[in-house]
């Protein structure tokens, strides 16, 4: 992820799926702490995976957090 001004601001990870290959798993959404919780980079986040992807259809999220393994 990148700001107006090229600045890397996040990162993304994901993988697909093995049994049906257009949908994307997003794994890990990370954002830099000064861009957090403005709402429109997790929007940006995901129109940026679709505009630079032909291959996927759909997307999930994979929410880890202790105990959901």
Do not use: W
Not at 5 to 26: C, Q
Not at 27 to 49: I, M, Q
Request: proline residues 4%.
């Amino acid at each position: 992820l990148k700001d107006l001004n090229g600045k890397v601001i996040g990162f993304s990870f994901g993988f697909s799926d093995p049994s049906e290959p257009k949908l994307l798993y997003i794994k890990s959404l990370g954002v830099h702490p000064d861009y957090r919780f403005r709402g429109r980079t997790f929007y940006a986040a995901l129109k940026f995976l679709f505009d630079n992807s032909s291959k996927y259809s759909r997307m999930a999220f994979c929410l880890m957090q202790e105990g959901n393994m």
